[in-house]
């Protein structure tokens, strides 16, 4: 999205056509129902495979930077906790660089989390 922020002809004779794997553009189809989007009233259309987007919901380029903007969000605000956690060990160790030394995580479910169900 940063990279098509940069056209400087975007809207002056460039077009830009974004595509996505289903699952993607599913999520941003149920973000952009969730926020009320009209499926009928949208110009700027995206398609799904080679199943026309008109078939499942059409929805513009602003849902798409909605929901990238709200992943944006949700991201960072997931890893607020961490990067406080980081920091306040950073400002309790200035001083005491041995003190800085934390242990190792190398089991998958400490570096992970066990926040994803086994898929079958």
Request: some cysteine.
């Amino acid at each position: 999205m940063q990279a098509a922020g940069r056209l400087c002809q975007l809207g002056r004779g460039q077009r830009l056509l974004v595509m996505g794997l289903p699952d993607v553009t599913d999520k941003m189809r149920a973000a952009a129902a969730a926020h009320g989007a009209s499926s009928s009233s949208t110009s700027n259309k995206t398609s799904h495979g080679n199943k026309s987007s008109r078939s499942s919901g059409e929805f513009s380029m602003l849902h798409v930077l909605q929901w990238t903007m709200n992943n944006t969000v949700k991201g960072s605000q997931a890893g607020v906790a961490e990067w406080a956690g980081q920091g306040c060990h950073f400002a309790a160790t200035k001083g005491a660089p041995e003190a800085a030394l934390q242990a190792e995580k190398l089991q998958l479910d400490e570096l992970y989390g066990a926040s994803r169900a086994p898929e079958p």
